[in-house]
T-cell receptor
Framework: EAGVAQSPRYKIIEKRQSVAFWCNPI?????LYWYQQILGQGPKLLIQ????????DSQLPKDRFSAERLKGVDSTLKIQPAKLEDSAVYLC?????????????FGPGTRLTVT | AQKVTQAQTEISVVEKEDVTLDCVYE???????LFWYKQPPSGELVFLIR??????QNEISGRYSWNFQKSTSSFNFTITASQVVDSAVYFC????????????FGKGITLSVRP
């Protein structure tokens, strides 16, 4: 079974530029998550989708971050404009359902450096 | 609000030593789930175990074992006869029951196993 796919793996941009990340979850997984992981910390949830609907985006900085999952499968996360503090690894995860009992499966992440 | 504390930040052991990674959690719910994830240098978080709050039985899987104690709100992870391949960052995480529950991670413990 294929795992969660993410691209690109690495991205370097200058502040105020825009960037987009792509994620393809495990087939059949209804729930998709985007996390931000700053160096030395645990992942922090940015947004959670159930199929193509948003169920939690309370920690997403909506003035600069946006995400969509139009057909309930793959998803994109965009940052516009980027700030220095956005430098982090962006992880995508998926699970069969959104209940707390389901384990989440993570992709390899995209390491973003903002200069 | 839920919280996970991993007080140890870095642990270094010599191969074949046993090592225990501590995890303390806080939650107001009576039903919840605890997880351990491993993040090797490649960056992808790997699911290791899930435990629900009603099952306090300790679990052993090969060289890995987990000790869940509700009385002390702890869910500790022991690696027996550590190997160099165990070198990684280990995260403990907590989610509450119910739909759309969020996974809260600790800050992680960096384990280095020296040959």
């Amino acid at each position: 079974e294929a795992g969660v796919a993410q691209s690109p793996r690495y991205k370097i941009i200058e502040k105020r530029q825009s960037v987009a990340f792509w994620c393809n979850p495990i087939s059949g997984h209804a729930t998709l998550y985007w996390y931000q992981q700053i160096l030395g910390q645990g992942p922090k949830l940015l947004i959670q989708f159930q199929n193509n609907g948003v169920v939690d985006d309370s920690q997403l900085p909506k003035d600069r971050f946006s995400a969509e999952r139009l057909k309930g499968v793959d998803s994109t996360l965009k940052i516009q404009p980027a700030k220095l503090e956005d430098s982090a690894v962006y992880l995508c995860a998926s699970s069969l359902g959104s209940a707390g009992s389901y384990e989440q499966y993570f992709g390899p992440g995209t390491r973003l450096t903002v200069t | 609000a839920q919280k996970v504390t991993q007080a140890q930040t870095e642990i270094s052991v010599v191969e074949k030593e046993d090592v225990t990674l501590d995890c303390v959690y806080e939650t107001r719910d009576t039903t919840y789930y605890l997880f351990w994830y491993k993040q090797p240098p490649s960056g992808e978080l790997v699911f290791l175990i899930r435990r629900n709050s009603f099952d306090e039985q300790n679990e052993i899987s090969g060289r890995y074992s987990w000790n869940f104690q509700k009385s002390t709100s702890s869910f500790n992870f022991t690696i027996t006869a550590s190997q160099v391949v165990d070198s990684a960052v280990y995260f403990c995480a907590l989610s509450e029951a119910g739909a759309n529950s969020k996974l809260t991670f600790g800050k992680g413990i960096t384990l280095s196993v020296r040959p």
